[in-house]
């Protein structure tokens, strides 16, 4: 397993124990510090790469997250998995010939387009997900935001059909899931009391989830490398934040696109009892890794807390 | 909630208590007597109507069955879902204008017709039934073969693709489930170590996961009133048969058709630990509380037991 | 069993599936709501027949009463039997020549007199029921009051001899029994902290008992078809009364002779936390199950609940 | 409590520390050894005195009785008694003007007489035990055969009426009210399974309850000082037996009236995994308690061990 | 075991069943009340002998000593004793040629110092207790202050070295050591958070111990016999004292010597929660014994109690 | 914490995130390897320093060691440390002017050197490692093998005094602490069931209580290299062998002086279910957290594995 991890292997301090030593010096603290607590991991649709079922080679980024999920794991930390799936919802509206319409940014999803949300999301991405972790262990479960009714949803406002806001989180079913040594991957739809289904935005989700379960720490996996003070600047990364400044940050214009949810949604974790959140650049090899094992920042956090990290 | 069963109350004993009380004197031991007892009900693909997303009515047959599952879970039998799907797929498979090859009656199924099948049985069907049951009460949870690979699958003979047969079976998600208090609900796909996902017969599935979890029934609910001992004679119809009995007429040709595998695979069952089999006629309104509570036989039944029911 | 349960089947709905499962659909919500439940019923001395060890027939109601019951308990109620004595009592007093003083209309009970009270009550008739209800399986226990103290009584006022007011209940025993799966039949003998033993009337001592272990319902089995509004009109059944109505009920002249306590303890327990009282009519076969698990109401019901039944 | 335990204090070696000390150091070891250790006592009717309910004194001797089990209770034994009730059964009967018929020195039971036999037994000394224990701490249970079927019994042979022989004990309960920190008190009626009630031997009864519990020891408590090895000589007192050596001296005529079924059944006790079996004067005062905490042996002992006491 | 505790036998009432029978009743009592409670003995240097190592006899006192706790143990007791360690201290720091400088009456304590009173106490006088202890049954577990830091301690006022004042217990060691059925033997050296050790009193030790396990008792094992009215009155012996009246006392001049802080620990224990404190005379045989199990008192009891011994 | 651990940081690999990445992949599968299981660290004493409680600076190569073991422990790994002395009881023994004598290079033990053993083991070293562990969480506890008779001893062939065979291990009262979350710390003094102490050779010690706790490894950290294949040839270093060779080797004289006991006893522990034992440099830094959490080998490991490592 190790040997196929991607890795130079000639970069390695392979000469100096004592680089060794140090290196599991920093990690095993935070082993401690995180064993037995909740992170919730939102993996975004951006990320996710196709289908493990197809002919082709397994996707590579997918089995490496995977790995680094299971090895957290495997050492008494407990991933929530939460996943969206955009760019794969558009590509099979687009393969049925359906158009979507938009108001204010977001899709009009009527029945139609909701049965492909739900097959895209259920059927297709979430069983990849589950694939790639049990390729690692047989740990990998499954979990729609109807099971046991864990998302319970309203309409949103607007006439924009079957989207809809969340009224309130069952968390039982994932901690049972948890309780049983395993790791639920869960796929952002709900339904209300009387059945009608409604597409749910993954960030909110994977906030409001954490929320519900008492996590410990809730990082969004995307494809940026964290948050910018400046909107056009890469060199303006902010490494650490307080809730407060973020609410200022929000408050001013700098934050803009998909951005401005997926913080909004930060904000509310933050101040429902979330210690840590965290914008990370998935596509750093074993960001997760680096991120909960060692005292190097990567990407933005959002904290209240002063001193540490 | 009991106003609405759609029955014609003037046709109710109501005159006449002694005659309700022989129905409560006749009901009440079965569920003492399957009170803790796992029981498989495979809810065949035929029966199984569109989804509750459409802005149509709720399906009114799949809500009967969810209600009938809710109130047997309710006085403390332990169901167990598994489904098909197999006109729902064909439709699908249809839509994106994808024309399947066959092979001795088994569908050739490439990667891109194994993508429609776990999108049509996960994504779609999986979740109906899920949302049906739970708008009697919150217990439904979908589950796949894939989580915490709960069916593992290896390539079945012949060049016929992604089509599995079950190599083994892992059921403590379903019995933690069960432990829960809450009703799985079981779609067949099935995968490998290497994380390559299969398509798996459903009757297969469920007659499997009946060994598994040491199910005292297993219940077929079909579009046919049972087995007949002549094919084309529907007053042939068998009440009871032994397992040795059903062996013999699997022997002969009168079975032919979907029900022959169906039959081999209760025969499985029937073999290895589960206590009665049975082939029930979905058509007839509840018919699965009439089959677990009254002293009425309803379809055909399979099992060693010489003297009950 | 069932074939003897006495119930003329010519009269069965057989012919109509229908017919069945709604009562089913019926019959199942109530058995959800009271599983797990404790049900006080109090068995009075009036329908008690004589003993089951004379070379007679076993007394076919109480089999009857008794087959109820386990079939209750065997669905998860919890039923606790408390029952009197009294016609028996005086049966005996005459026996040995024992002619009984009265004082307002209770029996002056000395030495003697208790000890036959006893004799009868914990030598006769709890053993009598427990029998019965061991035929139908092994689960039936007698307890008297003295059991671990279960009923700490004082001196009742007046110059009337060994009659008690119950000063506390202890209700572990009860609890204990009812936790090991068995049914308690309870005969209402207590004694004071020296072990002085008093006779309790047994429709106070049941009330007391139903709030003590918290049941959820406490039904008066008589043999009268309930209370009347008017005294002499049998057709003024009352269905349906609040604790107030009671209450006020109690205040006018309305209800006499044995009645009034058994109404007045019914007020106590409806007061201190027994959901709903019951006065039923125990001649009519399986009032008990008619009453608990069907829609129809039978008798008087006292409930503070709007709504149901 | 302990100044009025009848002792004359002047006796006591309040001079002497080290005596008591001596004593304690004798006892403590006994208390360890028998700690959640089960012991039956069998309290014949011959030391049964009047009921506790006659406005006379409390029977003095059943109050020792019942002090010395609730002190060796308190210390973590857990004595079962079992009792008999011959002579309180012949006064009542007298009392009816019933007269029996006997056969084979067996008294023929029929309908009336097991009524009374009933009644005495359950309605009148087995709560008077009950409430002298009470007296010390409300530990007591009343416990008949017929309790959750304790003592299963078939009809003996001859033509005797409703006299048993046990055909099986259920010991659950005894053990669950020893769990529940009380002290059980048996009266051996036992009952068949279509819930015809029985007369059983009460040295009989003891001695299976006895093995059926796993208990440690078992105790006749009776008027007389222990087995002679001569009829009618006293000072031929044996102290200690083995199983083997009286089975020897059962087949002799040694043994004459009541003491030799009272031989049998310990002999059977004795087979049967108790260890030890004692026949004790019940006049002694005390005689239980010095039994089981000191060295001195008093009356006969039955045991396979060799060298202690 | 029993005939070796070194008792006159002709001493002992053997005559006499009754006088033997008063003792247990006596004692049984209170086997019952301390029954699961916690017993703090502090056992002075004073009482201590030479090391079993030698090869000497065994030491007769602590060897009874050792038997009387074991059966206190044994009957379910939970004795934790508590020792010192002074003079054997002497004599080693005698031997290695060290002298002690004092200082208001506390010995100046350096690290040498520290040293040999840790070797004396945690290398000689507890093992040689817990040796004493398992000659009677393996309950024995030294423990020292140091032990999953029991006794947090700072460095006492004044310029004394490594004399430590208690900041605060950690009991959980000895509460574990305790469930699992052994007796812990406690030697009083605390450390502070920097793994400083430091050497505290153990009167002091003790008391706090008993707070902190929530003792019932506390008894100091001393070589006087008890707490004198007058200091130089033998006949002045205070029996009982309350914690107000120990309070006066300590405000006069009465108390001298190392009676002081014995008194004013025990006044501690007092007033925070343990209900009976002790000064008893250990060179009585088995005092602690007769102290726990008979109604005669030995030495001072200080206790909030009016009526009881 | 980290900041403290004496590693140049100059040599880590801080700019590469892989290779810290590439570590800690290597690390967390041994983590969850190890977790839960128990890890036998014999401590010798050579490299124990002087006691924290001198004035001088804390001992670094104890601290630090110390760190490793509560690093270890706080990720889920059950250390056990067994310690030695010798040098240590040279110093004392010297100090006080004993000279020994000595038989087959085994030091003949008098009671007094027995004493002087005593006191350095368990009054010196032993509550320096506690209290060095304690510095970095309060989870040191100090066990002797006298507690609760953790090691049962006989006296060992030839005339040499307290020298003692281990004759069995009680392994309870160390699981018992393991469970409470503790790390116990294991001074190797026994004693025979007369309370006689023994001198227990510390190796043989570590490798009798490793077997008997079931420990999935044994360690002794030494102040060599590892097992040489050539006496006097560093060079010679032999990195693993089997069970086999090794008892090949100890058949040859290439092992020789303190080596060849330390690999009798490692032999033993091998053979008897311990699945690795290390021979390790403990001069190296973190040696211990090298060995268990990275492919490197350091030292010789004994196994029968043929693979891994």
Not at 49 to 59: K, L, Y
Not at 139 to 156: C, F, M, N, R, Y
Not at 179 to 206: C, R, W
Not at 218 to 239: A, C, H, W
Request: charged share 20%.
């Amino acid at each position: 397993m190790k040997q196929d991890s991607g890795i130079d292997v000639t970069l390695l301090p392979s000469s100096d124990p004592s680089a060794w030593a140090s290196i599991l010096l920093e990690a095993l603290p935070y082993i401690q510090k995180f064993m037995g607590k909740c992170v919730v991991v939102k993996y975004g649709g951006n990320v996710l790469g196709d289908s493990v079922d197809s002919n082709e080679e397994i996707d590579a980024e997918l089995d490496s997250f995977a790995e680094d999920i299971v090895l957290l794991h495997s050492v008494g930390i407990l991933p929530v998995i939460v996943h969206g799936g955009g760019p794969q919802i558009d590509e099979w509206l687009n393969r049925i010939g359906k158009v979507s319409a938009f108001s204010n940014g977001l899709r009009v999803t009527d029945a139609e387009t909701l049965e492909v949300v739900k097959m895209v999301l259920l059927g297709k991405l979430n069983p990849s997900i589950v694939q790639a972790i049990n390729r690692h262990g047989d740990k990998g479960v499954g979990v729609s935001g109807l099971d046991s009714s864990l998302i319970v949803a309203t309409k949103a406002k607007g006439d924009i059909g079957f989207v809809g806001d969340i009224e309130s989180v069952n968390p039982e079913i994932i901690l049972s899931i948890l309780k049983d040594g395993l790791i639920p991957v869960v796929a952002t739809i709900g339904a209300d009391s009387q059945g009608q289904g409604y597409n749910i935005n993954a960030d909110f989700g994977a906030a409001e989830l954490a929320v519900a379960i008492g996590a410990e720490k809730l990082v969004y996996m995307t494809n940026v490398e964290g948050v910018r003070g400046k909107f056009d600047d890469p060199t303006s990364l902010i490494q650490r934040m307080q809730p407060g400044e973020l609410e200022n940050l929000l408050g001013s214009d700098t934050i803009q696109g998909g951005m401005r949810p997926k913080l909004q949604s930060a904000l509310s974790a933050s101040k429902n009892g979330v210690s840590s959140v965290h914008i990370l650049d998935g596509r750093i090899p074993h960001a997760i890794l680096l991120e909960m094992l060692t005292d190097r920042g990567i990407g933005t956090m959002i904290t209240e807390e002063v001193v540490e990290k």
